[in-house]
């Protein structure tokens, strides 16, 4: 079976021939049968060249918070677009927007990017030349962006041995191409692991400048935080002079209106958003306090970009984050996700498939596992066979979550009850259909 619908399929072969694998992302292959050409997203739904309709659980892997087209922020762009969109000065715009985010977040100051890549590794620097440290904890099963630091042990390393043994985790590179001594600074350890964090620190504290993480792993089936793990990196960066750094770019603006520094009520030095924050629009910031921020001096340190705060991103976000000021944005979400993740639990339940739905309504997690999984080892010992199965089905059938189960299922504002009552349908029906072939 394929995706693929024969204006689809005709339109891929195309892309093939000059797009290598057909995408301009790796992670949007799906191999050479169920790759999509979209044509039009709008609301909760996308549809397909052949005009297939799919509700829209990935967003575009999260960004479209209040829905596609959605049409306040595309009126905003719109506006922007006829009065110029790059000046290589500050506009009023982007003081608005630093007013706005301030204000949402409890960050002190802000800059903006354009990517999740660019602020976190711009994020990482900044601890870097504050503390002159080198070096920096990730966690495995995390994912911070595309370059050459951040690419280890990623949720792309589905291979347990690559990542070591627990007691003597190893940073696995998740690239081709990658200089084999950036190594050297990067400390990979299991997420949620007290013990191994503490010790590695009270080790190493001399050479580590940042603890970097998700707060959810949002690349990994939103495996949560156990109570009091975010508080314990927040004491051991504040007892050993650390630069702890949020990343938020799948949390900010999705998990709470502060992002996940309000939702698990910890701050960090720094804090990056990118996704929700532009409802599609490519716009990042990097966030934090005062001190840390101040340290990104004209002379003594690079951050910065040709477009960085270009009116495009600059008008999309002001306009998203205008309506989540202004309406229950994130409380409709979460009252349509709640429904979700219990239709979807209890139909598991009923059709004896041993399961935890996990995660925040906004942006949740289904792993079929006989246990909850607390890192990314444990989510490698769950039955990724049988999601997979389960979530191509759903796709033939008309919903999209992602058929790779660690990107979590993402809901955005314009998702209607009626959309909730279908997708809990379908699920039944795909459930029924897989274990029918088992
Ligand atoms: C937590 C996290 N950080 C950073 C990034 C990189 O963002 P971008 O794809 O905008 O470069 C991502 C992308 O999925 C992400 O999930």
Redesign the pocket.
Known sequence: MSMQGPKTKALYEQAKQLIPYGVN?N?RYWGDDDTLVIVKGEGAYVWDADGKRYIDYRLG???VILGHAYPPVVERVREAAANGTVFAWTTPAEIELAQRITRMTGVEMVRLS???????MHALRLARACTGRERFIKFEG?????YDY?LYSTASSNQLKLLGTTRHPRPAPVSAGIPRRIDEYVISLPFNDFERLEETITAHWGDIAAVLF?PIM??AASIMPRPGFLEKIRELCDRYGIVMIM?????GFRVARGGAQEYFGVRADLV?Y??ALGNGF?I?AIGGKRDVMMAAEPGFFALGGTYTGNAIGTAAANATLEVMEKEPVIETIFKRGEALMDGIAEILTRMDIPHVVIGPPSMFGVIITQEEPYDFRGYLRSDTELSEAIFMELNYRGVQPDADNREPWFLCYSLSEEDVAETLQVFEDAVLAVKKRL
């Open positions: 992302s992670f892997f999260g960004p354009n990517t999740g890549t660019e602020a976190t995390a994912y911070h962006g595309m951040a998700e949002g690349n990343d938020e770019v799948k949390t990056t990118a996704k490519p990042a």
